[in-house]
C-alpha cells in the first residue's frame, strides 16, 4: 500500500544541521461541529490543520491556525483525511477518488437510527473511494468531548479499518489526542461501532421495564384498597395519603421484589444443576438474561429502598401526623385518662425499625460493592462474599423486616379488603420463596452434591448406562 501518512519529518538545511520538525498536516473535510472542535484538539496536539470545504471564503470563523481550501486543494498534500460529514452527503467524494488514492480516510460518521441503510457508513465510503484506506473510528466522541479533551467517560477511541498500516496512523493520532485506542478488527465491524452511540442503557431495559411494571401494578392495588375501599365503604375522602403513604408503601414493596428477584435465579441455576447433575448443559436463555441483569435489578432495589427511608424520615413532619398526635393527645386530656405503655408494641416496633436500618446498611455495602472502582479492587472471593452472603442477609434482614410491620395482621381479617392481601403480604411472596430455596441449598448432603457438580463432577444416567452395556 503507498501509505502518505508521515510521522513528524524533520528536513535538513543545506549545511546539514536539523531544523526544527515541521509538524503533520491533516485534513479535515466538513466545517461543521465536529470538524471545528477536532480541528482544534488536533491544532493543541501539535499537528497542522487544512480544511477541505465547500464554501472556503465563507464557512465561517475555524480554529485559529487552520487554512481551508477546497475539498481537492486540501487532502493534496495530507495523507490523513477525518470526513466530518453526514454520511448523506457523502456522494461528491465519488468523483474525488483519484485525488483521494492511497489515503487513508476516516469515517466518524454516524446514523440517527440503527439499519437505517443496508451497508455500514464506512464500507459505503469504502465503495465511493475504493483506492483509499477507509478507518472507522472517534464516531463515539462527541464534539463537545473532543474540544474539552479525554475525560473518563470519552477517554476510548474505538478503531476497525482493513489496512493495519492505515489503523496504525489513525492511533497514532488518537494517541497523541489523549486517548486510548481500542482496535475491534476489520472494517466488518463499522456497522457495530457506528450503533454505539445510538444504545440507551442496553443492559438496564429489561430491569427498568421490571420497576416500572412492578411500580404501576402496586401503585393501583394499594389506590384500590385504601383510597378507593375508603371512600365507597367509609364516604372519606384520604386521597391526599397518594403523595406520601401511598408511595411508602409501593417504594418498600417493589424494593423487596426486585432484591428477591436478584437472588430468585441463581437459586433456579442452582436447582437446575442438581436435578441436571451436570453445569456443562446451558441454562435456558430467559435464565442467562435474567441472571446478566442482576446488578442492575440490585441498583434499582436499591434506588427504591432509599426512598423508602427517605419518605419514613419526613413521616414526623407531616401535617396528617401533627394533627393524629394533637386530637389524640387533647382526647386523652378531655376523657382525663392515659394510654397504657404497652411493651409488646415497643418491641415490635423497635425491632422492625432496627433490622429495617440494619437491612439498609447490608443493602448500601451491596450497591457500593458492586460500583467497578470498588469492586476491582476486591478479589473474586471477596467480591463473591460480599454479593452472595452478603446479599441474602440482606434479603433475609429486609424480608424480616417486613414479616415485623406486618406483626399479627396477617391474622386479622379487616385486613384483607375486598378479600385481597395487603401490597406488603404479596410482596413477602418471592423473598420467602428464595429464602427457604437457599435454606435448603445449604442442606449438608444439597450443598455437597452442588459442589462437587460446580467442580465439574457430572451424575451419569442410569438409563445411559444400561444403553452403553447393551452397546458394548
Ligand atoms: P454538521 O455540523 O452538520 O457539519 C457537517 C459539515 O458537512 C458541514 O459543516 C459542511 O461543511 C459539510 N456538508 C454539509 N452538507 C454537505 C454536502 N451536501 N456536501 C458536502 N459537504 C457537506 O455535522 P457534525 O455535527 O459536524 O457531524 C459531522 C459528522 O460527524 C456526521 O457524520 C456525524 O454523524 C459525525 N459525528 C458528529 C458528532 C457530534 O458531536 N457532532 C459526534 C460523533 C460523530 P462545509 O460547509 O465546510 O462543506
Given at each position: 500500500m503507498s501509505k502518505e501518512v508521515k510521522p513528524e519529518s524533520v528536513s535538513l538545511n543545506p549545511l546539514g544541521t536539523a531544523a526544527a520538525p515541521e509538524s503533520e498536516l491533516l485534513c479535515i473535510y466538513g466545517t461543521g461541529d465536529l470538524g471545528r472542535s477536532l480541528g482544534l484538539r488536533l491544532l493543541q496536539s501539535g499537528y497542522r490543520v487544512v480544511y477541505g470545504s465547500r464554501r472556503p471564503h465563507s464557512c465561517g470563523p475555524l480554529p485559529q491556525g487552520a487554512q481551508v481550501m477546497s475539498h481537492a486543494a486540501a487532502s493534496q498534500s495530507a495523507g490523513l483525511v477525518f470526513i466530518c460529514i453526514h454520511r448523506e452527503h457523502y456522494e461528491f467524494l465519488e468523483a474525488l477518488a483519484p485525488q483521494l488514492k492511497g489515503k487513508v480516510l476516516v469515517d466518524v460518521s454516524n446514523n440517527l437510527k440503527k439499519n437505517l441503510y443496508p451497508e455500514a457508513n464506512a464500507e459505503y465510503l469504502q465503495r465511493l473511494v475504493p483506492g483509499a484506506h477507509v478507518v472507522k473510528g472517534f464516531n463515539t466522541l462527541s464534539a463537545w468531548a473532543l474540544q474539552n479533551g479525554p475525560t473518563d467517560a470519552n477517554r476510548q477511541v474505538y478503531l476497525c479499518g482493513n489496512s493495519a498500516e492505515a489503523k496504525q496512523a489513525v492511533a497514532e493520532a488518537a494517541t497523541k489526542l489523549g486517548f486510548s485506542v481500542l482496535d475491534r478488527g476489520s472494517l466488518s465491524a463499522a456497522r457495530e461501532l457506528e450503533d454505539f452511540p445510538l444504545q440507551l442503557f442496553p443492559e438496564w431495559r429489561l430491569p427498568l421495564r421490571v420497576a416500572v411494571g412492578l411500580t404501576a401494578f402496586f401503585f393501583f392495588y394499594v389506590l384500590l384498597r385504601d383510597v378507593v375501599y375508603t371512600y365507597v365503604y367509609e364516604g372519606k375522602d384520604i386521597s391526599f395519603r397518594i403523595m406520601v403513604s401511598l408511595a411508602n408503601k409501593v417504594f418498600p414493596i417493589v424494593s423487596l421484589i426486585m432484591l428477591a428477584l436478584c437472588y430468585l435465579p441463581g437459586v433456579i441455576a442452582a436447582v437446575l444443576q442438581l436435578y441436571r447433575g451436570t453445569k456443562y448443559k446451558r441454562f435456558p436463555n430467559w435464565l442467562d438474561r435474567w441472571m446478566l441483569c442482576r446488578k442492575q435489578l440490585g441498583l434499582l432495589a436499591l434506588g427504591f429502598a432509599f426512598l423508602h427511608v427517605l419518605y419514613t424520615l419526613i413521616i414526623p413532619i407531616r401535617y396528617y401526623v401533627r394533627f393524629r398526635i394533637g386530637a389524640s393527645t387533647i382526647s386523652q386530656i378531655k376523657e382525663n385518662k392515659t394510654n397504657e405503655f404497652d411493651n409488646t408494641s415497643a418491641w415490635r416496633s423497635d425491632s422492625y425499625y432496627s433490622v429495617g436500618i440494619l437491612g439498609f446498611a447490608v443493602y448500601l455495602l451491596l450497591g457500593i460493592t458492586s460500583l467497578p472502582s470498588v469492586s476491582n479492587a476486591l478479589s473474586w472471593r471477596e467480591f463473591s462474599f460480599v454479593q452472595s452472603k452478603l446479599g441474602y442477609l440482606t434479603v433475609f434482614l429486609c424480608t424480616l423486616h417486613t414479616y415485623l410491620y406486618g406483626w399479627n395482621r396477617f391474622?386479622?381479617?379487616?385486613?384483607?379488603?375486598?378479600y385481597t392481601p395487603p401490597g406488603y403480604m404479596l410482596s413477602l411472596v418471592l423473598p420467602s420463596v428464595v429464602l427457604v430455596l437457599k435454606l435448603l441449598l445449604m442442606l449438608p448432603c444439597v450443598d455437597r452434591t452442588l459442589t462437587r457438580i460446580r467442580q465439574g463432577w457430572e451424575r451419569t444416567d442410569p438409563e445411559d448406562d444400561s444403553k452403553k452395556s447393551l452397546l458394548t
Open positions: 391474622l386479622k381479617s379487616y385486613a384483607y379488603k375486598w
